[in-house]
């Protein structure tokens, strides 16, 4: 449900409430005519925040990433290291980040929770050096399916469940010849989207 009071101070400014997928040029030069900018500011920064726990509950490499550069930004601007303009422009540019994030998946022929074990993945940067992206992909699409065989609605409470989905990403990765110096935290980064996406199957 869209919070309401956002879409009241959106119409009072005179905008329309954007849709993050279509924070336009046309939007931000209507930010730029706005009497009040610091308003638009937090009611972006608002949207990106919302936009961004929707996203975290799927992805958890995406949520943290993103989490990361509103945080980054915001603090600029409490600090006033940047103006309003300057924030409600990082704001917008981080929201088309966040659309393109969602359109890599169709780029790369993976579903979203195959995105999500290859965003899992690549989290560490040498290992896509290593693996190459065509690698990774085999990998993600994989660990979706056998973690999606293997659900067990009550995983997260029974340990023994969490173990085998453990040996069984560790498998999978050796397998495919995952680096194993990285495998360690690749595992780890990999079981907690497992288990994002457990509660969403089971």
């Excluded at 961004?52 to 930004?73: C, D, P, Y």
Aim: proline share 2%; net charge neutral.
């Amino acid at each position: 449900m869209a919070d309401e009071g956002i879409i009241d101070v959106f119409t009072a400014a005179g905008l329309k409430k954007p849709d993050i997928s279509i924070l336009s040029d046309q939007f931000l030069a209507e930010v730029r005519g706005l009497k009040h900018k610091n308003v638009a500011a937090e009611l972006l920064a608002k949207l990106l925040k919302d936009e961004i726990k929707t996203r975290s509950a799927h992805n958890v490499v995406q949520g943290r990433q993103f989490s990361e550069m509103l945080k980054t930004t915001l603090n600029a601007y409490h600090n006033r290291a940047i103006s309003t303009m300057e924030v409600i422009e990082e704001l917008i540019k981080l929201a088309k980040g966040i659309e393109a994030a969602s359109k890599r998946g169709e780029s790369l022929g993976l579903s979203p929770d195959e995105i999500a074990f290859y965003d899992a993945l690549a989290a560490n940067d040498s290992a896509v050096k290593v693996m190459g992206a065509d690698g990774l992909k085999l990998i993600a699409i994989e660990l979706a399916m056998q973690i999606r065989k293997s659900v067990t609605i009550d995983w997260t409470v029974r340990e023994s469940a969490r173990a085998s989905i453990k040996v069984l990403v560790k498998r999978i990765l050796r397998k495919h010849g995952y680096p194993p110096d990285m495998a360690e935290e690749a595992t780890k980064t990999v079981l907690v989207q497992a288990e994002l996406l457990c509660n969403e199957w089971a």
